[in-house]
């Protein structure tokens, strides 16, 4: 068994977590809840009252904290944050459906004997990722702002970039 970084083998992108302590909400186990790790980070500062000025690349697991300890801004619209963060999960990370399909199509470009196929998947990669990054990191920061600069999320903006993601990831996926 050798360990491969830049592999996809569920041992390797299957983790566990337990939250527990104030602030938590008394769950249970949560198979449902999809995450990776660069979402503590921000939860456990949220839970401690901290901020700093570190970007984060995850964000505030609203579905693991009680509805006391989410912050105000993201429990307005709490469907619609948790949806959004969601969308936000499965479009950035790199076991989320986007990062899957990308590889996938990736995989069978360089299978391909017809370099123009190759090129064309490639290339559609390359403007999916790009369109990718500009949403994920419109996404990322409202998330952010909300739970640490008491920022407002529009709803309407918010359902707005969960449509933007979810055709960026049917996109990937058809291809």
């Known amino acids: 068994f050798a360990w491969s970084h830049g592999d996809i083998q569920p041992v390797i992108g299957t983790t566990w977590v337990g939250f527990v302590g104030p602030g938590f909400a008394n769950n249970g186990v949560d198979s449902s809840t999809w995450t990776d790790h660069t979402n503590v980070r921000p939860t456990m500062m949220t839970l401690l009252g901290l901020k700093d000025d570190y970007r984060h690349d995850g964000r505030v697991l609203t579905e693991a904290l009680d509805k006391h300890a989410i912050p105000q801004r993201l429990f307005e619209h709490r469907n619609t944050t948790t949806d959004l963060g969601a969308a936000y999960e499965q479009l950035n990370a790199p076991f989320g459906q986007f990062g899957m399909d990308t590889l996938t199509a990736s995989t069978r470009a360089i299978s391909s004997s017809d370099d123009s196929v190759y090129t064309s998947i490639e290339d559609s990669i390359a403007g999916l990722t790009t369109q990718r990054d500009a949403l994920a990191l419109k996404i990322e920061t409202a998330l952010d ?16 970039w969960i449509a933007q993601a979810q055709s960026l990831i049917n996109q990937a996926s058809a291809l």
């Open 145 to 160: 702002d909300a739970a640490f600069n008491n920022k407002e999320i529009k709803e309407k903006d918010a359902k707005d």
